[in-house]
């Protein structure tokens, strides 16, 4: 009898069982079981023929209605046109020279046939399909044991394979199948009712009915979940375990100083989140958090805060931003923040002053090497940077804490570079304003806790957004620049985005997912600023950037627009994150379409951050009712964060929703969707977390702890793989 880990040559022939391992790399009975079917046909429900499309790949059950031989004109050969029908509609089948098929393909069988919908004089066709005729009483001998059953598997067709074939297999392995031990402790599968392991296997390729399918697939989507959350909770046990240097907040410090110096009040969720932060850093094993919050929220304020109270404790803190802009702009924040409090060690520095240095791929050698050192002896408390700070010559003395701003931009191996450049396991804060909803941030950061700002600082004015559908009434665009000549006229700056940087560059390389195609007709940077200038906005301060920019242009740009002295700004999207100019007020986004939901809710983040409203105009051609302008509607009905990012999540693809972070898993993940699922998920993760609690080692389920050995292992591969 065979187990899960048994050879498929040991029970299937040779020759099948290498088709198997190309077609769908199983390689075991297990491998083959997990193989799951996407969908079922009932035998005698004939598939609607009329829904299929040109170039889809599909499997059906149908009726032979007609057959029909006929000899090629002036060569030689024959073609034999069988059409098949599911009652209604009608598909015609070909093949050449294979007359001897008229003699099975009867009128009246019913079969599955599969093939690519192609178009031939305007009629549907399946060219040389692959069929399996299905026993209708008469023929006994071509009742195949897996048709005895009512409801038929459909299994994602791949090339030599078609699914019959794969049910086929599926009834060797299934036959020869011994009882399989469950992983899945009895309690939890009693508590939900769920069938074993091996029923739920045979259940879903064989099952006597809909429900028994469903409870099939109900219980191997909760081990997918289970497993993944298991994973995540023993990481974070083990998280727990590790020692690290406790930070508690220290009075009469840096922090202390910068309190009292802060120009505004905490809000009461900064004041909560605050709390859980100090609680993480006063233990002695390593905080973990994400803090998620809305695009102008103030998390920033509250990463100050954490690093300060590092450096109050003796050890360093660095600060890690996705862009060069966002990380200069930090700098400037910190320096402007602390005053004289960053001048440690310098002429006018305050008694407990630090050091703030930066450390970015572009600056020259000697800043570079002041900044090194600074970071290597310690007297630099806080170092931000780029991915430039991950680089092997960065040293420091004492890292305590690592802040990495807007997560969403770095993987978990970039992560754990750092981490590696502490002597103790350093406290870790990740910060994005790209929210997601709980379940998700459960699966893919399911190892950090959790802080949420959901309000904006008080004083906050809303943002209006209004698409401009610049094709469909032209002069809409000419409102939109009289729009900015009115805000400048009221002293307030703008923003002008454009998807790519100049005419023959292709689009930012940051570009949304959804777009596979380049047009080019797009708007470009370079090609606008001096149209703008020249024309609707002659006699505005207008500047450039873009990612190709020196870094001092790019600098000194910033600086001057933060400083006032540039009225507009027309920029890619290296403006997305972070940039903090509290007195722009309106942004133009041009071919609004390109972008994504969320990122388009990151970029109007941008403006609105003062005490004025602000106005964000989405200028598009795409055509009303499209899904691009149903996404542009979206973005403009709901200033929401969090509702907007499930909008974007639900249109994307699982492996897009999950990311980077979870690459090693998601090979595991067949049948849950972390959208779709929340309820499970939340399920699953409190099972996780009272098994764990209960037995920390999984001493009492074997079974389970190698389930779990091979996700983890999985995982680990994946990294090595990645680096
Ligand atoms: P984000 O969460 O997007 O990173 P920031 O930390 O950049 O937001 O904060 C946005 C702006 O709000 C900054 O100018 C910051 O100084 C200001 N800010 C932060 N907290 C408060 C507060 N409690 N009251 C008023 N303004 C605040
Ligand atoms: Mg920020």
Same mark, same amino acid.
């Given at each position: 009898?065979?187990?899960?880990?048994?050879?498929?040559?040991?029970?299937?022939?040779?020759?099948?069982?290498?088709?198997?391992?190309?077609?769908?790399?199983?390689?075991?009975?297990?491998?083959?079981?997990?193989?799951?079917?996407?969908?079922?046909?009932?035998?005698?429900?004939?598939?609607?023929?009329?829904?299929?499309?040109?170039?889809?790949?599909?499997?059906?059950?149908?009726?032979?209605?007609?057959?029909?031989?006929?000899?090629?004109?002036?060569?030689?050969?024959?073609?034999?046109?069988?059409?098949?029908?599911?009652?209604?509609?009608?598909?015609?089948?070909?093949?050449?020279?294979?007359?001897?098929?008229?003699?099975?393909?009867?009128?009246?069988?019913?079969?599955?046939?599969?093939?690519?919908?192609?178009?031939?004089?305007?009629?549907?066709?399946?060219?040389?399909?692959?069929?399996?005729?299905?026993?209708?009483?008469?023929?006994?001998?071509?009742?195949?044991?897996?048709?005895?059953?009512?409801?038929?598997?459909?299994?994602?067709?791949?090339?030599?394979?078609?699914?019959?074939?794969?049910?086929?297999?599926?009834?060797?392995?299934?036959?020869?199948?011994?009882?399989?031990?469950?992983?899945?402790?009895?309690?939890?599968?009693?508590?939900?009712?769920?069938?074993?392991?091996?029923?739920?296997?045979?259940?879903?390729?064989?099952?006597?009915?809909?429900?028994?399918?469903?409870?099939?697939?109900?219980?191997?989507?909760?081990?997918?979940a289970?497993?993944l959350q298991?994973?995540l909770?023993?990481?974070?046990?083990?998280?727990?375990?590790?020692?690290?240097?406790?930070?508690?907040?220290?009075?009469?410090?840096?922090?202390?100083?910068?309190?009292?110096?802060?120009?505004?009040?905490?809000?009461?969720?900064?004041?909560?989140?605050?709390?859980?932060?100090?609680?993480?850093?006063?233990?002695?094993?390593?905080?973990?958090?994400?803090?998620?919050?809305?695009?102008?929220?103030? /998390?920033?304020? +509250? =990463?100050?805060? %954490?690093?300060?109270?590092?450096?109050?404790?003796? &050890?360093?803190? !660095? *600060? $890690?931003?996705?862009?060069?802009?966002?990380?200069?702009?930090?700098?400037?924040?910190?320096?402007?923040?602390?005053?004289?409090?960053?001048?440690?060690?310098?002429?006018?520095?305050?008694?407990?002053?630090?050091?703030?240095?930066?450390?970015?791929?572009?600056?020259?050698?000697?800043?570079? /090497?002041?900044? +090194? =050192?600074?970071? %290597?002896?310690?007297?630099?408390?806080?170092?931000? &940077?780029?991915? !430039? *700070? $991950?680089?092997?010559?960065?040293?420091?003395?004492?890292?305590?804490?690592?802040?990495?701003?807007?997560?969403?931009?770095?993987?978990?191996?970039?992560?754990?570079?750092?981490?590696?450049?502490?002597?103790?396991?350093?406290?870790?804060?990740?910060?994005?304003?790209?929210?997601?909803?709980?379940t998700v941030a459960m699966t893919v950061f399911g190892?950090?806790?959790?802080?949420?700002?959901?309000?904006?600082?008080?004083?906050?004015?809303?943002?209006?957004?209004?698409?401009?559908?610049?094709?469909?009434?032209?002069?809409?665009?000419?409102?939109?620049?009289?729009?900015?000549?009115?805000?400048?006229?009221?002293?307030?700056?703008?923003?002008?985005?454009?998807?790519?940087?100049?005419?023959?560059?292709?689009?930012?390389?940051?570009?949304?997912?959804?777009?596979?195609?380049?047009?080019?007709?797009?708007?470009?940077?370079?090609?606008?600023?001096?149209?703008?200038?020249?024309?609707?906005?002659?006699?505005?301060?207008?500047?450039?950037?873009?990612?190709?920019?020196?870094?001092?242009?790019?600098?000194?740009?910033?600086?001057?627009?933060?400083?006032?002295?540039?009225?507009?700004?027309?920029?890619?999207?290296?403006?997305?994150?972070?940039?903090?100019?509290?007195?722009?007020?309106?942004?133009?986004?041009?071919?609004?379409?390109?972008?994504?939901?969320?990122?388009?809710?990151?970029?109007?983040?941008?403006?609105?951050?003062?005490?004025?409203?602000?106005?964000?105009?989405?200028?598009?051609?795409?055509?009303?009712?499209?899904?691009?302008?149903?996404?542009?509607?979206?973005?403009?009905?709901?200033?929401?964060?969090?509702?907007?990012?499930?909008?974007?999540?639900?249109?994307?693809?699982?492996?897009?929703v999950l990311?980077?972070?979870q690459?090693?898993t998601?090979?595991?993940l067949?049948?849950l969707?972390v959208?779709?699922?929340?309820?499970?998920i939340?399920?699953?993760?409190?099972?996780?977390?009272?098994?764990?609690?209960?037995?920390?080692?999984?001493?009492?389920?074997?079974?389970?702890?190698?389930?779990?050995?091979?996700?983890?292992?999985?995982?680990?591969?994946?990294?090595?793989?990645?680096?």
């Amino acid at each position: 009898m065979a187990t899960l880990d048994t050879k498929l040559i040991d029970v299937i022939g040779d020759r099948t069982a290498k088709v198997l391992e190309t077609g769908i790399g199983a390689r075991s009975v297990g491998d083959l079981l997990r193989h799951y079917p996407r969908r079922y046909v009932v035998r005698g429900e004939l598939s609607d023929i009329s829904k299929l499309q040109p170039d889809d790949e599909v499997t059906i059950l149908a009726q032979v209605f007609s057959v029909n031989t006929r000899t090629l004109q002036g060569r030689k050969g024959t073609i034999l046109e069988v059409v098949v029908t599911d009652g209604t509609s009608k598909l015609s089948l070909t093949f050449f020279n294979q007359a001897w098929r008229e003699r099975e393909l009867r009128v009246g069988r019913q079969g599955l046939f599969a093939g690519k919908v192609s178009v031939f004089k305007g009629k549907r066709q399946l060219s040389h399909p692959d069929y399996e005729l299905i026993a209708d009483g008469s023929d006994v001998d071509s009742a195949i044991d897996e048709f005895a059953g009512k409801y038929l598997p459909v299994y994602p067709a791949t090339g030599k394979l078609p699914s019959w074939k794969v049910a086929q297999c599926m009834t060797l392995a299934i036959d020869a199948l011994d009882e399989v031990p469950d992983f899945l402790p009895d309690e939890i599968r009693f508590k939900h009712g769920y069938p074993t392991l091996k029923d739920a296997l045979v259940g879903l390729h064989q099952p006597r009915d809909i429900a028994e399918a469903d409870h099939a697939r109900a219980r191997l989507t909760f081990d997918e979940a289970f497993l993944l959350q298991l994973l995540l909770v023993v990481r974070r046990e083990e998280l727990h375990q590790l020692k690290s240097t406790a930070r508690p907040v220290r009075a009469g410090g840096l922090l202390e100083a910068f309190d009292e110096s802060l120009p505004f009040e905490l809000t009461s969720g900064q004041r909560d989140v605050m709390a859980e932060i100090e609680v993480d850093l006063a233990a002695s094993h390593p905080m973990h958090r994400l803090l998620q919050g809305e695009v102008g929220s103030g /998390k920033t304020v +509250l =990463a100050i805060r %954490a690093m300060l109270a590092v450096v109050d404790s003796g &050890g360093q803190a !660095a *600060l $890690l931003a996705p862009t060069e802009v966002l990380a200069q702009q930090h700098l400037r924040t910190l320096e402007t923040l602390l005053g004289s409090l960053a001048q440690g060690g310098m002429l006018g520095g305050a008694e407990h002053a630090t050091q703030v240095t930066l450390i970015t791929g572009s600056q020259n050698a000697p800043a570079r /090497k002041e900044a +090194l =050192a600074l970071a %290597a002896s310690g007297s630099a408390g806080i170092v931000i &940077g780029t991915h !430039a *700070l $991950l680089g092997q010559s960065v040293v420091f003395a004492d890292l305590g804490l690592i802040v990495i701003d807007e997560q969403h931009r770095f993987g978990v191996e970039q992560r754990d570079v750092l981490k590696a450049k502490a002597e103790f396991p350093p406290h870790l804060l990740v910060m994005t304003a790209t929210p997601i909803p709980r379940t998700v941030a459960m699966t893919v950061f399911g190892d950090l806790d959790i802080s949420t700002l959901r309000e904006l600082p008080l004083g906050r004015q809303p943002i209006t957004t209004h698409v401009l559908p610049a094709q469909e009434k032209p002069t809409f665009l000419d409102r939109a620049w009289s729009r900015i000549r009115e805000e400048v006229a009221q002293g307030h700056q703008g923003y002008v985005v454009a998807p790519r940087i100049s005419a023959s560059a292709p689009e930012d390389a940051d570009m949304d997912f959804l777009f596979g195609t380049t047009s080019a007709e797009l708007t470009s940077v370079e090609e606008l600023a001096p149209m703008l200038h020249a024309g609707p906005l002659a006699g505005l301060r207008v500047a450039m950037l873009h990612g190709q920019l020196a870094t001092d242009v790019k600098n000194a740009t910033m600086l001057a627009f933060s400083a006032g002295e540039i009225d507009v700004l027309v920029s890619t999207t290296v403006i997305e994150v972070g940039v903090d100019v509290p007195n722009a007020t309106i942004m133009v986004i041009m071919d609004a379409d390109r972008f994504g939901i969320s990122q388009l809710h990151q970029l109007r983040g941008r403006i609105g951050r003062g005490t004025c409203p602000g106005l964000c105009l989405l200028v598009t051609n795409a055509p009303a009712e499209t899904p691009a302008r149903v996404r542009l509607d979206a973005v403009a009905a709901s200033v929401d964060g969090f509702e907007l990012s499930r909008i974007d999540l639900e249109q994307r693809r699982e492996g897009d929703v999950l990311g980077v972070n979870q690459s090693g898993t998601r090979s595991h993940l067949r049948l849950l969707r972390v959208l779709r699922d929340e309820s499970l998920i939340d399920l699953a993760r409190s099972d996780a977390q009272e098994l764990i609690a209960s037995d920390a080692t999984l001493s009492k389920f074997p079974e389970l702890a190698r389930e779990l050995k091979i996700l983890q292992t999985d995982e680990a591969a994946d990294y090595i793989d990645m680096g």
